[in-house]
């Protein structure tokens, strides 16, 4: 059970920040905020997601803050730890929520000072949408909370991010090492999103926009794409994304070699080969 | 309004067809079935889909019909009229729900006897699932409906198979020349289920199941394909998909490019292009 007698600040209050400053205050604890945008800040305070806020003249929040999480970008949160990081006071276990963990992860906890902990952690619960005023949206029950522990990091460190998870409403919590996690990002996340983006920037196709169905809803949901985060999440992750982009190419030069040859029962092999592959997601797949 | 004194007969009792049958039953028609199954047959009669049935010595069901639907894939359909067609009585108009329609229907236009009408048309509404069982579950509410009329089709036939489908509950109605409609589906259905499959098949990525978000299960939700009616529908329709699948992977090409290049502008570029077209189909697309 988490000490609701110790403070936590939200620096960054996006939609997933502002989305964990409103369930840890719902569950009761004491929640603070550090935001660039004062609009944004003021829309937390008066919505009750955080008790306080500010975005400047912070250091005091830092460093009186017995948790921190970071709902901040990978670059933003590089820059910020830079500058601010040395105010972490002994004790301190901070998280984050970064889609991407290589180059983060053991920079900062490089960074860390004594008795400063680090414990990374993905919430795979993103939306089209972002800003905190799309954060009370979000539903965390059916989504994957991936911890990524390195040796630095502590059971102690480990339990609390767990808790944390428990308390933000967490069905599905797992743990990852930061390649684990960035590989399996590359292909569960990010290659989907660079297929749906290329399937509408393929053509201008509007004319078919009375046409379409579930497939093609289905496949283009995420096509409407924060392109600040993912153009930093796609660089970041680019070495595992273009092996999986090159993984996908083949399979479909595959198919589409199938299609000129006439070859039915190739295309029917790769039809079978997905729809059991698909099925053990069936079995298994949270949500 | 539809003639309810009419007689109605589903030929090919899948899911397609089992579900038109359900609906033209329910809304009070008469409605007779043949199909190759006898257990699937009796299935649909017990269900109380269609009032009577055969699996075979069924030309005298045929000769009677006033209308006839199809619910057979484009080759079935070609090899039945072949033997069967000349059976239709002077008056009859039929459909179809085939996903392809070059092909098929100006073959069938030109088989068809003296006062017979084939008016083409495509219910946008399948599922994973296929099978005169699940013909229940199939809801054609938020699904388009396409009519394919050539020139040898009559304003008297296009309001029938306008009618019929709005008894079936379809809302949204267009129509399409058969090349318009065979482009289309090239791109808004058939290169997503390429796509899809290829995904699947690209990597025995049965590991990363716990770890799935929304994106992957959005696109690969229609990876679990009927291998027999889509590998038919794939093949019939190649020289549509193969270039509907080049023009994808251009796209595709063009974003690995920028992540080989670091190129973060033209990552944001291709992003903010696919938002702005996706969203256009949010305005316009229905369900």
Redesign the interface.
Known sequence: MLDKSKSYLIVGLGLLGGKYALELTRAGFRVDGINRSEKHLQYAIEKGYIRSGKTHDFEDLVSEADYIIFGLYPTTLLEWFKTYGHLLKPGCIFTDVSGVKTGLVEPIQAMCPPGVEFIASHP???RETSSVEHAAEVNFAP??F?ITPTEKNTAKAIVWVTELAEVLGFE?I?T?TVEEHDR?IG???Q????????????????A?????????????????????M???L??WN?KN??E?????????A???AA??A?D?EG??D??????Q?????D?????
Chains 1, 2 share one sequence.
């Open positions: 795979m619960a993103g989504a994957n991936i599905h797992s990852l399996m292909y569960v996340s290659l989907c999103h660079a297929i749906a983006v290329s399937l509408m920037c393929a053509n201008d196709n509007s078919l926009c009375e046409y379409t169905g579930d497939s093609f809803r289905d496949l283009t949901r995420i096509a409407k794409i924060n392109e600040t993912w153009s930093e796609f660089l680019r994304l273009i999986e982009i090159d993984q996908f190419d083949g399979a479909l595959q198919l589409r299609l000129v006439g039915r295309l029917e790769m039809f079978r080969l997905s729809t592959r698909r099925g053990m997601f079995k298994k797949t949270p949500g």
